[in-house]
């Protein structure tokens, strides 16, 4: 699983010469919906890289269980409290966005998908390729 | 004078325009993944009364004893979306199906703590308001 991410990495590196890319795995998990929760740390049992978000600072990000699909949204970097963090947003459509937050200077990353009546968030590390 | 007038009608106008909403939460997680400490709360299948939250559409919500000033409009998809970044990162929708009202909060603080609930919610009801 590995190497097909570092593939979709180093493809997605090839195409931009100035795009930064990132590949993000997540360590924690929690999600709710109507009238359920659910959270969970990843052990490597989990097969964490499963949930890998990859970022292309030009092109936005690419679903986590879709590596094939194509990157949608936009990134921007901000500064908040004197932290610089790096923003993607995508909107897939009407109901369902997402949010990911990488702080740049640890690479520390939280991520936040919504639908109209759920929402997960996910955290971890991300590494930049 | 006129003027005066003129400024409260239109004080007024918005004032009306403003909603209230008092939620109940059903179920919380708390993720934080500096410390590794994760907490699921499901108070609806233990039968238990979650926290208030107080959502004034001109002002923003309140948790506990605390007001987040927060900007609140109604979307086509939402009754309610709330949306700040004071703290961190907040999002609070509220929708309705078959006529009740539900609603799913997250918020994000330092790439590293999220806070996600969700549960139902009544408009209108100024008496809890006076909490």
Same mark, same amino acid.
Request: proline share 2%; hydrophobic share 35%.
């Given at each position: 699983m ?8 180093a493809?997605?590196?090839?195409g931009v ?5 990132y590949?993000c ?6 999600s ?24 292309d ?13 194509e990157?949608k ?22 109901f369902t ?33 | 004078m ?26 919380l997680?708390?993720?934080n993944?500096? /410390? !590794? ?10 039968? =238990?009364?979650?926290?208030? #939250? ?9 948790i ?13 998809e ?19 199906e /078959? !006529?009740?009202l539900s609603f799913?909060?997250?918020n994000?603080?330092? =790439?590293r703590?999220?806070? #996600?609930?969700?549960?139902y919610?009544f408009?209108?009801?100024?008496n809890?308001l006076?909490?």
């Amino acid at each position: 699983m590995k190497k097909t991410l570092l593939l979709a990495a180093a493809l997605a590196c090839s195409g931009v010469a100035q795009a930064e890319i990132y590949l993000c795995i997540p360590s924690h998990y929690g999600s709710v919906s109507s009238g359920s929760a659910s959270a969970k740390e990843y052990d490597k049992y989990d097969d964490p890289d499963r949930y890998a978000i990859l970022v292309d600072t030009e092109k936005g990000t690419k679903d986590p269980e879709d590596l094939a699909a194509e990157f949608k949204g936009g990134c921007e970097t901000v500064s908040f409290k004197g932290r610089s963090i790096l923003t993607c947003e995508r909107s897939i459509d009407r109901f369902t966005s997402s949010l990911l937050t990488i702080n740049l200077d640890d690479y520390k990353f939280m991520y936040t998908a919504r639908l109209l009546e759920y929402i997960s968030s996910s955290a971890g590390t991300c590494t930049k390729t | 004078m006129k003027k005066s007038l003129l400024l409260a009608a239109l004080l007024l106008s918005s004032a009306a325009q403003a909603e209230t909403y008092v939620c109940r939460e059903e179920v919380l997680v708390n993720l934080n993944a500096e /410390d !590794g400490q994760l907490t699921v709360s499901d108070y609806k299948s233990r039968n =238990e009364l979650g926290g208030i #939250l107080i959502i004034d559409t001109s002002r923003g919500y309140k948790i506990g004893d605390s007001w987040f000033e927060s900007e609140c409009k109604n979307t086509a998809e939402t009754v309610v979306t709330c949306e700040d970044s004071t703290l961190g990162r907040t999002k609070l929708t509220v929708t309705e199906e /078959d !006529g009740r009202l539900s609603f799913l909060m997250v918020n994000t603080l330092l =790439e590293r703590i999220a806070v #996600l609930s969700s549960g139902y919610c009544f408009k209108d009801i100024p008496n809890l308001l006076r909490i």
